[in-house]
């Protein structure tokens, strides 16, 4: 459960209390009109100056009229609004067609009871609202609004505030309550088994998890089996014991893996192809992340141009909002891979980027493979994931740059087309038409 701070009246640290400057008052009345305040405002001057020019008695009453609307939207928007509130967020992380719910409780510490309003809370770009009712002292009220994760992003949500205006709209007063949050929208992904693919012998004794019965590197003793070689008969303990032992090893495998997805739209022919893409890129490094293998997640750099916009916002109704996708806040070249989860919310900032017109395809694969081997000089196993439309010609020219010792795989996001594989000795060229294609892709290449 992740909290959102709330917002408390800030006092000075030294004895004295300090008053806000009459400057500081006007400002704030100043900030509480609304735009219809200050349209109706600007009417009652001009009627002003024309009663005096003309003497027109429809123009005296036009003023007035004004001017008493502007004058009962400030008494009817008078109130306490003196709340406390604890804003908690169940879920900070979701994957795409997950729900998050918001919980809010107010509280009127207070001895004055507060007046009724509205809470307010932006969710990406667009804002929510949910009635909150006049409050007694010591009474609290518990709101709750559910968000449904309807795109791939990181959404800004917050901050949280209380409202209370008149019902004309000519006068609005805001108070924060909360402070911003950050939800992340993970892609969705699909469940594999471990990535046997890119294994090898590392012969300067680096160990991964689990046991074997034949390595370098000594890890337990276990009872002897019908079957076991008798070479790993360990007859030291054997004659302890009583009973034959033999040795089990830790493996000493290499298994780095260097992951390497294509965001030019041009590669793609849909957006749900791209859609397609970051998934199964995400599923394949939440995999090696989960095996503990060392993982280099890359995207391309260099590139202009941002094709995530503001119509990708989604769709708000009365309780439920769309979870839309944010700018990014970064551009790297190099994915963080410490954890699924902080690879996961990388992820979730890929966005469609046009490929820059300049330089050659041979001098985007050397500068590619210059900064693979960088990172992952030892790199076993490279999977580069791109989409369907014809000119694979990067992807070739970076696959053929690899060493013949590197196991390498290229897979092409095909919507809806039926999974095929090939291969062409240390490289594997596949399409999946789903998303559910790759566990069953894996599997046949182990």
């Known amino acids: 459960m992740t909290a959102m701070s709330s917002d408390k009246t800030s006092r000075p640290t030294s004895g004295t209390v300090r008053e806000p400057t009459a400057h500081a008052l006007w400002c704030r009345v100043l900030s509480m009109v609304t735009p219809l305040g200050w349209g109706l405002a600007l009417v ?11 003497g027109w008695a429809e123009l005296l009453a036009l003023a007035l009229s004004s001017l008493a609307l502007i004058a ?26 997950q729900e998050s719910e918001l919980s809010i409780i107010l509280t009127n510490p207070g001895k004055q009871s507060t007046r009724s309003g509205r809470v307010g809370i932006l969710v990406g770009a667009e804002p929510s609202h949910l009635p909150v009712p006049a409050l007694s002292p010591g009474q609290s009220a518990h709101l709750h609004l559910n968000l449904q994760a309807l795109r791939r992003g990181a959404i800004s949500l917050g901050p949280v505030t209380v409202e209370a205006g008149d019902p004309f709209g000519v006068i609005r007063r805001q108070r924060v309550l909360a402070a911003g949050n950050q939800v992340y929208v993970h ?18 004794g680096q160990t991964t998890s689990g046991t074997v019965d034949d390595d370098m590197e000594f890890h337990t003793l276990r009872p002897y089996e019908p079957g076991d070689d008798i070479k790993r008969v360990h007859w030291l303990s054997t004659a302890k014991t009583g009973s034959m ?40 490094g939440a995999r090696c992340l989960l095996d503990d293998r060392a993982l280099a997640a890359m995207i391309p750099a260099g590139q202009t141009g941002n094709h995530a916009g503001s119509n990708r916002d989604g769709q708000m109704s009365n309780r439920r909002v769309g979870l839309s996708q944010n700018r990014p806040t970064r551009d790297a070249d190099l994915l963080r891979t410490d954890t699924p989860r902080a690879f996961l919310d990388a992820c979730s900032l890929i966005l469609p980027v046009q490929k820059p017109t300049e330089g050659s395809v041979r001098q985007t694969s050397v500068s590619w493979l210059n900064m693979m081997e960088s990172h992952i000089p030892d790199a076993s196993l490279v999977l580069l994931v791109s989409g369907s439309r014809p000119d694979q010609t990067d ?3 970076m696959a053929a740059g690899l060493p ?15 999974p095929t594989i090939q291969q062409l000795g240390t490289l594997t060229r596949a399409r999946l038409g789903t998303l559910g294609n790759l566990p069953q892709l894996l599997r046949t290449l182990s």
């Open 44 to 54: 009652a001057v001009i009627a002003g100056l024309g009663l005096a020019l003309t």
């Open 395 to 397: 992807i070739e020219t």
């Open 72 to 97: 009962a939207g400030m008494v009817m928007s008078m109130g306490n609004l003196g709340y406390k509130a604890e804003v908690d967020l169940n879920r900070t992380h979701l994957s795409v067609g």
């Open 187 to 204: 892609p969705r992904t699909i469940d594999l088994d471990s990535i046997t693919a890119g294994l090898q012998r590392d012969l300067e």
């Open 245 to 284: 032992m033999v040795r089990q090893y830790e493996p000493t495998l290499r298994t780095d893996t260097v992951l390497w997805m294509d965001t030019d739209p041009t590669s793609y022919s849909t957006a749900e192809e791209f859609e397609l893409a970051v998934s199964i890129f995400a599923s394949l």
């Open 404 to 418: 013949k010792s590197i196991r390498s795989m290229v897979l092409t996001a095909a919507q809806g087309e039926r």
